[in-house]
């Protein structure tokens, strides 16, 4: 929910064209998967992001300053919609995010590969519409879903992880948070709490 244009543009263009027709210490507090470990215990299926199906208010918070110390957050709503693609080895949603200084539209997509177990997860911002981040990659265990990319924020090198945790029929939560000492600690920067409105 950042980043830029990479390697990565080449390899996920088919995906692309296939989609075109078809409170912060929480993050702290938890205790979630490394990222070796999670490659090592991937434990994945085409069905993990099943739950995400269907239409969604959001209500987000994020962190005013990355990686700046800060404790200044800024709350919005939104909505999200998800549909299955790729004959369910896919997903794709599209969502509104109502931000203070105007809305904005943007696109995920998760693409599961049957081979690792694993997921890789593209996120495309309608304000830069040819940018495009590394994805992260990872997996469900336990009912948490837990990814990683390697990036730069502000030509630093960083790392980032994806949660995605307490999934029920009606509710989940996803957070983003940033690591600049390679993965020691994390600063969560953006929480969205989900709530079904409808089914697909």
Request: aromatic fraction near 12%; include cysteine; charge should be neutral.
């Amino acid at each position: 929910m950042l980043r830029g244009l990479s390697g990565y543009l080449a390899a996920t263009l088919p995906l692309i064209w296939a989609m075109e027709t078809v409170n912060p210490s929480i993050g702290a507090a938890r205790a979630p998967q490394t990222q070796s470990a999670l490659t090592s215990q991937a434990a994945g299926t085409v069905h993990d992001f099943d739950f995400l199906v269907g239409r969604w208010t959001v209500q987000h918070r994020r962190l005013k300053g990355r990686l700046e110390r800060s404790s200044d957050w800024e709350a919005f709503a939104g909505t999200c919609e998800t549909r299955l693609i790729l004959g369910g080895q896919a997903n794709v949603d599209d969502n509104v995010l109502e931000l203070p200084d105007g809305a904005y539209r943007a696109v995920t997509m998760r693409v599961f590969d049957p081979s690792t177990r694993t997921w890789a997860i593209w996120w495309f911002d309608s304000r830069h519409g040819h940018d495009l981040d590394p994805p992260v990659v990872g997996g469900f265990r336990n009912g948490v879903g837990t990814f990683f990319a390697d990036d730069r924020f502000k030509g630093k090198p960083i790392k980032v992880r994806f949660i995605w945790s307490d999934i029920t029929s009606t509710k989940a939560r996803w957070e983003q948070a940033f690591s600049e000492d390679g993965g020691a600690t994390w600063e969560t920067n953006w929480v969205m709490e989900f709530t079904r409105t409808a089914g697909l």
